[in-house]
Nanobody, 118 residues
């Protein structure tokens, strides 16, 4: 499986950005896609994820500001980020997790930089 992320960039506090990530390859019908982020000197953390069934999960720090969605037919996940704060600045990584035959598989996309500063 390959994951290719798009979007990111630089924005002022209060602004909006959107990310997308397209998966290709051997994708199972049941999977979860999501976004993680890693700021300098910090551990990578979950931002949001969404299952193939549409169930979503958000980090408390982004609830109400970020929205994750997916187009299952296109194997693409989106992250709409509104009301961005300086503490949202990080490298954002797309992730896919899927299971088959008792084996768990996790794939990461390349990171995309999000900068929030005035």
């Amino acid at each position: 499986v390959q994951l290719q992320a798009f979007g990111g960039g630089s924005v002022q506090p209060g602004g909006s950005l959107s990310l997308s990530c397209a998966a290709s390859g051997s994708i199972f019908s049941s999977n979860a896609m999501g976004w993680y982020r890693q700021a300098p000197g910090k551990q990578r953390e979950l931002v949001a994820d969404i299952t193939s069934g549409g169930s979503t999960n958000y980090a408390d720090s982004v609830k109400g500001r970020f929205t994750i969605s997916r187009d299952t037919a296109k194997n693409t996940v989106y992250l709409q980020m509104n009301s961005l704060k300086p503490e949202d600045a990080a490298v954002y990584y797309c992730r896919m997790a899927q299971s088959m035959g008792g084996m768990n598989y996790v794939y990461w996309g390349q990171g995309t930089q999000v900068t929030v500063s005035s």
